[in-house]
């Protein structure tokens, strides 16, 4: 009878295979994020309400969904969504984000 804990060259290549194949279906899977995101970016009209805030402004989301033409009729749900935009953008470097703790001014 086998041990179970043993595994052999081949159990650990069909499993690193199977790592592999799960990790391209889910970057697969996920590819579509980055455009769309950039897509309502654009739409929303999010990167020019940066833009013409200034190098160095300090914008939150609810400052930009604010902005937003027309304005929203849940701010709290717009902002929210501004935020998810901007975070997925910015994890692909489209944007920058950064963290402050005093509020800028502006």
């Known amino acids: ?6 595994s052999s060259p081949y159990n650990m290549a069909l ?5 592999t ?15 769309m995101a950039l ?3 654009m739409e929303l009209g999010l ?4 833009e013409k ?5 300090c ?10 033409v027309p304005r ?11 935020d998810r935009i901007l975070r997925l953008l910015s994890s692909n470097s489209v944007v920058t984000c950064s963290v402050t703790v005093a509020k800028c001014d502006g």
């Open 21 to 35: 194949v799960m990790q391209q279906a889910m970057q697969l899977t996920t590819a579509i994020a980055v455009p």
């Open 59 to 68: 914008l939150s989301p609810s400052d930009i969904a604010a902005r937003l």
């Open 53 to 57: 805030a200034g190098a160095g402004a």
């Open 72 to 82: 929203a009729s849940n701010e709290k749900h717009a902002s929210q969504m501004v």
């Open 15 to 19: 499993s690193t295979s199977n790592a």
């Open 39 to 41: 897509k309502a970016a």
């Open 47 to 50: 990167l020019e309400i940066i």
């Open 1 to 6: 009878m086998q041990d179970k804990n043993i």
